[in-house]
């Protein structure tokens, strides 16, 4: 018995603290979070990290405020960072006298990697959770790149688990197990109160162009869903070449979760479902045709009533109107030209 529950415990993960069920984000952190990095980090290669503040019941974490916290890494050694724990210690400080039921939960890093110094500035912030509290801090990457299609938040826990490649202790060199942190993922979600997505949607407004048709909207939508797509089935691939050449653990789940994914996939290899998909695609790609054609000619038309318009107010040009587009009354006109004649009469009288 205690040789397969060594053998069990070698394989899978153990948790040191009850399991994280999700992390919500809130709106005001992903502001705080892009400000933050737009500051300190915009256009290096640097990252902004912060303090994550909220609440945590029955391992699901609410992250509602934030703030920002001194933080610098040296870019030729890894293992060396500052981080400014006084000013850290202060910000809890104030924070408690103004918002008495937000805790420490975790903190914030713009990654958009994870780096060797973040499970060390997870023990650093442990610090500063409160004692009664069961729920572990959680770390969560938030991606200021304006090209990342999907949701900007990845969100970890801290787990330990046992390294199967160093010899136990029941193996014959007698060596022990040595036990490491790593990160799990968990999943995130982004959420908003009733007064968040009020402000949300006030800000929206002078980003939203009104222009846009709603089939744009929907064609964009399409392309962002496809790209994530994308990048998630190469990430898959990528795993999967990782587990098949000895350079990551397989985990069951993950590739459990994989084959189903694979299983759900139709079968496109029947005659009817292609010949199907290929007259419904026809059919679309015509009335997107005739649909950009008629909007061609409408627009056409439009310029040309436009031209005839112009020109039926301010003339072609060509019947001696001023540069300044101004015409004439007619009466002066016909009385100027009476004037010309008389003086031209008045002349020849003269002359004879």
Known sequence: MSDSSEDAAATGPVAVAPDVVDVTIHPLVLLSAADHYHRVARGTRKRAVGVLLGSAAQGRVDATNSFAVPFEEDSKNSTVFYLDHNYLENMLHMIRKVHGNERVVGFYSTGPQ????????????????????????????????????????????????????????????????????????????????????????????????????????????????????????????????????????????????????????????VDELVRSMLVKNNDMQMVIYLSALIRCVIALHDLVVNKIAYNDEVGDGMGGEPKDGKKKPAGKDSEEEKKEDDGDTKKKVSKK
């Open 114 to 269: 994870i780096r060797p110094n973040d499970l060390r500035i997870h023990e650093l912030v442990k610090r500063f959770v409160p004692a009664n509290s069961i729920t572990p801090p959680v770390f969560v990457i938030i991606d200021v790149r304006p090209d990342r299609e999907s949701i900007p938040t990845t969100a970890y826990r801290v787990i330990e688990e046992v390294d199967s490649n160093v010899p136990r202790g029941g193996d014959s060199s007698g060596g022990a197990a040595e036990v490491r942190k790593t990160f799990a993922h968990v999943p995130s979600l982004i959420g908003a109160m009733e007064a968040e997505e009020v402000g949300v949607e006030h800000l929206l407004r002078d980003i939203n162009d009104p222009t846009v048709s709603t089939v744009a909207n929907l064609v964009k939508a399409k392309l962002s869903g496809l790209s994530t797509l994308t990048e998630k089935l190469v990430e898959m691939k990528d795993y999967l070449t990782a587990v098949s050449e000895g350079r990551m653990k397989p985990n069951p789940e993950i590739i459990a979760n994989m084959q189903a994914i694979v299983n759900l996939l139709p079968n496109l290899n």
